[in-house]
């Protein structure tokens, strides 16, 4: 923003109503707005308008996940995503960001404990100092976002943008490669389970509130014998086996 509208008063209808006009302020705008961040407002009050969105997360809301490496976007180490892209939070005015949903390494936890990708860092070696790791922790998860299971080159080329000096990034190939694996394995029993005789025995007909008129009519060539019992006659109980 050049100084000229500061000047002339463009960004008057931003600037807190609060404020007072005086000249140092008319210099160093304020505005107060409210940041969604991890799925939560954080209102913002009287910032100033050039305050970057990792200066804001950091000084003002207390979220020092993402760190500060080297203020101009070369280092990756205050990554965070921003409506689901991965942004460099040191180039991006908060202000900006108003509205839209902020995700921070803060907000990757699952249920309390470190993500599957955070902990395949820690596993894998990938963190020394840890500075970079937070920035990394979101690289990664927005790549296997977009790519779920990544070559170890697009795995290179999505971190080229996140810089260690500890440890390098072989820990970090081989994070990833373990967290595609860990998903895989996780959801291959879902993507494998088309035994549907497997329903009605999960919970027999009256048996957990199921409607018996959802398991259909028996096949017109189904003739039991008589004297034998049909086994799917028999009560069940709740784990499916007879009662
Ligand atoms: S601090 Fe933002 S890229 Fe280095
Ligand atoms: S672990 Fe120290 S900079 Fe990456």
């Given amino acids: 923003m050049s100084h000229d509208s500061h000047d002339s008063g463009d960004t008057e209808g931003e600037v807190s109503q609060d404020a007072p006009s005086t000249a140092p302020q008319e210099e160093h705008p304020l505005?107060?707005?409210?940041?969604?961040?991890?799925?939560?407002?954080?209102?913002?009050?009287?910032?100033?308008?050039?305050?970057s969105l990792l200066y804001v997360l950091r000084e003002r809301l207390g979220l020092a996940g993402a760190k500060d490496g080297c203020s101009q976007g070369e280092c990756g180490a205050c990554?965070?995503?921003?409506?689901?892209?991965?942004?460099?939070?040191?180039?991006?005015?908060?202000?900006?960001?108003?509205?839209?949903?902020?995700?921070?390494?803060?907000?990757?936890a699952e249920d309390g404990r470190p993500s599957d990708v955070q902990r395949a860092l820690a596993r894998c070696g990938a963190v020394q100092c840890g500075f970079c790791v937070p920035g990394m922790a979101m690289t990664v998860h927005d790549l296997l976002e977009g790519?779920?299971?990544?070559?170890?080159?697009?795995?290179?080329?999505?971190?080229?943008?996140?810089?260690?000096?500890?440890?390098?990034?072989?820990?970090?190939?081989?994070a990833v490669k373990e967290v595609v694996a860990e998903r895989e394995a996780h959801s291959a029993p879902a993507d494998g389970d088309t035994d549907?005789?497997?329903?009605?025995?999960?919970?027999?007909?009256?048996?957990?509130?199921?409607?018996?008129?959802?398991?259909?009519?028996?096949?017109?060539?189904?003739?039991?014998?008589?004297?034998?019992?049909?086994?799917?006659?028999?009560?069940?109980?709740?784990?499916?086996?007879p009662a």
């Fill in 31 to 51: 505005a107060s707005y409210v940041l969604r961040v991890n799925g939560t407002d954080r209102p913002v009050t009287d910032a100033w308008i050039g305050e």
């Fill in 79 to 108: 990554n965070v995503q921003v409506d689901g892209r991965l942004v460099a939070s040191c180039l991006v005015p908060a202000v900006t960001a108003a509205g839209s949903e902020v995700r921070t390494v803060e907000g990757l």
């Fill in 147 to 174: 790519n779920p299971a990544p070559t170890e080159l697009e795995t290179r080329q999505a971190l080229c943008g996140n810089l260690c000096r500890c440890s390098g990034y072989r820990g970090v190939v081989d």
């Fill in 196 to 241: 549907g005789a497997r329903i009605p025995h999960q919970a027999g007909p009256g048996a957990g509130g199921v409607n018996a008129s959802a398991f259909g009519s028996p096949p017109e060539s189904h003739t039991p014998d008589p004297h034998t019992p049909d086994p799917h006659d028999q009560p069940y109980g709740q784990d499916g086996g």
